[in-house]
C-alpha cells in the first residue's frame, strides 16, 4: 500500500492483461503498449497481431487498484546498457483526477528502480504538472529525476 492508499502492483503476464476487458480510459494506454512491441507471446489485440520482441526486455506495467478496481497503469523501461530507465506513460481513471492515483503508481516504480536518472518527457499540460511535483527538472524532451 502507498502513501496514497492505492496498492501498486506489477502485471508480469502482459499478453493476459492485453486480452482482458479493460475500460474506456485504458484503450490509449493499450496501443501504446502494445506499438512499444512489449516482450510478451505473440497474441491478438483489437483485431491486430502483435509479435514477440526481444528490444524492450526491461519493459514494466504497474496497475494501481482501490480494492479490486484498477484505476491506473504506469509503463517503465529498466536501465540497459548505455540507456537511464525511462518512464514512459502513465494512465489513470479519469473520474479519479486529483486523487493521487498517478502518484502511487511513481511511488511504485520508485521502489523498483535504482538506477538514477530516471528519463521521461511530457505529452500533456497534466503530465508536466505531474513530473514537476515528482522532482522531475527539464524542458522539452530533455526530463529528468536524479
Known sequence: MTDSGFKVEPIDDLAAWMRCDLPDWAMNFVWYTAARNLHVEPIIAFGQPFERSERYPGMRLLAAKDGDAVVGYLLYEEAHGLFAPHLHIVARDPARRG?????????????????????????????ERAMKRWGFTGAGMDWEYK
Open 99 to 127: 486523487g493521487r492515483v498517478g502518484d502511487a503508481l511513481w511511488e511504485g516504480m520508485l521502489s523498483r528502480v535504482s538506477a538514477r536518472p530516471i528519463e521521461a518527457w511530457p505529452e500533456t499540460p497534466d503530465g
